[in-house]
């Protein structure tokens, strides 16, 4: 019942306590065909494409994820990522012209390779797992070590893995287990202080990061150590002062070059690499806290972006103008997923409240669940007909019978334990009669 419950959730939430949870049936159930990961903290959902696992072909039913965000785990502790794509379109050539295992032509999309699903989940203990949506299972794992810090950036393509962690390594692994090596693929250093890793989806061997006083750079994973583009800083501001740099999020805007990047200094910067200048060919700012998470809407031409006191904006990145905000959030956002194609986003932070908002007219919210723990990071599913799902007769959840049984109980012997107090209370009230009866001496 795992597997089948797995199959057809709509949702996939990453929760501090490090439990995956999946909801399904307009979020009426929302802890079916999800697991555990030790423990330890969950952070970022990525964007997700049907795949192998690891090269294995499967004949199961497809369906595609998509998902963004990122999360500070509490006390700047652990933050691992939860990750981004399997690619099947061939394995790619890593730098210096070798290639992963199993290199081979992409396939067909109709190939049994292509019907498969799995989420990569980083763990704060530098261990990447493999959970299949199809089973509900956790399948394999590899631990990913090497510098200071947590997961910033996880990413996979072809039986590669890409890892980034704070302290500025970016490393490729072999994700096959026979094959699997301590040593990595390829290593390069983009800088400390690194917030954000996030891998172009048109193109699997480039990468975008960023983060606290680390501009924006583009590495090609297939070229050279050297960034391909280079932010630069803005000009200092009317003080003369230089403005200080902290890239929360990155996103690649599709069918053209350019990026757009939230900050937390609240701004929302585009950038351009195939234009001469290497800063900001657009800039805006909203409102005056922290922006942590950021996503693209479906028609690609406008960002919701969330900012630590729970406030939700789309902003039209092509004229820098405010389209609209979203209410209802009591917490810092952590996670934001759009629909590829239906006018919905999913959103998730530190009120432990799972949100489905609409983002066309009439903008609302349409769904809301309390999932118990802080949620680090949202998945949203990209199937465009969520009823198209098998009918299962309603069954009360364990959980729900064991605390019915238990106030059950605790109101039975509340029960028995009412007559006595009675009798107490009655004893009670006799000897002050007694003390007040008529006859008795009085001062």
């Not at 509490?74 to 199993?102: A, I, K, V, Y």
Request: aromatic share 4%.
């Amino acid at each position: 019942m795992a597997s089948d419950a797995a199959r057809w959730n709509h949702v996939w939430v990453g929760t501090e306590t490090g439990i995956l949870k999946g909801g399904w049936r307009g979020l009426a159930s929302t802890e079916s065909g999800g697991g555990t990961c030790g423990g330890l903290p969950l952070a970022t959902l990525a964007r997700l494409t049907p795949s192998t696992r690891r090269g294995e072909p499967s004949t199961k039913t497809s369906r595609e994820l998509h998902g963004g965000g990122t999360a500070t785990a509490r006390g700047g502790g652990e933050r691992p990522l939860l990750g981004r794509r399997r690619r099947d379109s061939g394995e790619w050539p890593l730098p210096g012209g070798s290639s992963g295992p199993g290199a081979s032509q992409p396939p067909s999309p109709r190939h049994p390779a292509l019907l498969c699903l799995q989420i990569l989940v980083g763990c704060a203990d530098r261990t990447v797992k493999h959970f299949s949506t199809e089973e509900g299972i956790f399948q394999g794992q590899r631990h990913c070590p090497g510098g200071e810090g947590t997961f910033r950036g996880l990413a996979q393509a072809d039986g590669t893995l890409i890892t980034c962690v704070d302290s500025g390594i970016l490393r490729v692994w072999r994700d096959n287990d026979k094959e699997a090596s301590p040593d990595p693929l390829l290593e390069l250093r983009v800088g400390p202080g690194v917030c954000r890793m996030r891998q172009d989806p048109a193109h699997p061997h480039v990468v975008a990061t960023g983060g606290k006083e680390n501009a924006l750079k583009v590495w090609d994973l297939q070229g050279s150590e050297e960034p391909v583009f280079r932010a630069k800083n803005v000009r200092n501001d009317w003080l003369d002062l230089r403005v200080p740099i902290w890239d929360q999020d990155i996103q690649f805007l599709p069918g053209s070059q350019k990026l757009v990047t939230c900050t937390g200094y609240h701004q929302v910067r585009v950038y351009d690499p195939a234009s001469p200048q290497r800063r900001p060919v657009l800039e805006t700012n909203y409102g005056e806290y922290p922006l942590t998470a950021m996503t693209l809407t479906p028609g690609g031409n406008s960002v919701i972006v969330g900012n630590t006191h729970g406030q939700l904006a789309e902003i039209d990145f092509r004229q820098g103008r405010l389209l609209g905000c979203l209410k209802g959030l009591a917490g810092s956002v952590r996670g934001l997923q759009c629909h590829p194609s239906k006018p919905l986003l999913a959103s998730c932070g530190l009120d432990r409240v799972l949100r489905v908002h609409r983002i066309q007219n009439p903008r609302g919210l349409e769904h809301k669940v309390y999932l118990k723990s802080q949620l680090n990071c949202v998945l949203l599913s990209g199937r465009d007909n969520w009823e198209d799902e098998p009918q299962e007769p309603n069954k009360v959840p364990s959980e729900d019978t064991e605390t019915d049984e238990l106030w059950v109980a605790l109101e039975a012997a509340a029960k028995r334990k009412l007559p006595d107090l009675k009798q107490t209370q009655r004893a009670l009230q006799t000897k002050r009669r007694k003390k007040k009866r008529p006859g008795s001496t009085s001062p």
